[in-house]
Nanobody
Framework: QAQLLESGGGLVQAGGSLRLSCAAS????????MGWFRQAPGKEREFVAS????????YYADSMKGRFTISREHAKNTVYLQMNSLRPEDTGVYYC?????????WGQGIEVTVSS
């Protein structure tokens, strides 16, 4: 089993920055990809970014490229999402995940609100 705890969300003005963290506990996940999804009000959950087990490969949704940066720290079993140049449309609940196929673990989600 795994527990994922997100932190770092909150309210920020458009153009500002936030750094989300997701700490995994219960076991080590250094061999699995990790990442983030988000869900805006009234919309389906969408992919944000992911990072390979060794950190060598990162993937982003088109609208996040150049603004968001994903990273991970094995020693802390933690994945980060640095979000810059935030826009009101980035508002939503952000969920971290661990891709340990066939099982995917999810965090509870953390709110990010970007005011215009």
């Amino acid at each position: 089993q795994a527990q994922l705890l997100e932190s770092g969300g909150g309210l920020v003005q458009a153009g500002g920055s936030l750094r989300l963290s997701c700490a995994a506990s219960g076991r080590t996940f250094r061999n699995y990809a990790m990442g983030w999804f988000r869900q805006a009000p009234g919309k389906e959950r969408e992919f944000v970014a992911s990072i390979s087990w060794n950190g060598d490969s990162t993937y982003y949704a088109d609208s996040m490229k150049g603004r968001f940066t994903i990273s991970r720290e094995h020693a802390k079993n933690t994945v980060y999402l640095q979000m810059n140049s935030l826009r009101p449309e980035d508002t939503g609940v952000y969920y971290c995940f661990i891709d340990s196929r066939p099982i995917t673990y999810w965090g509870q989600g953390i709110e990010v609100t970007v005011s215009s």
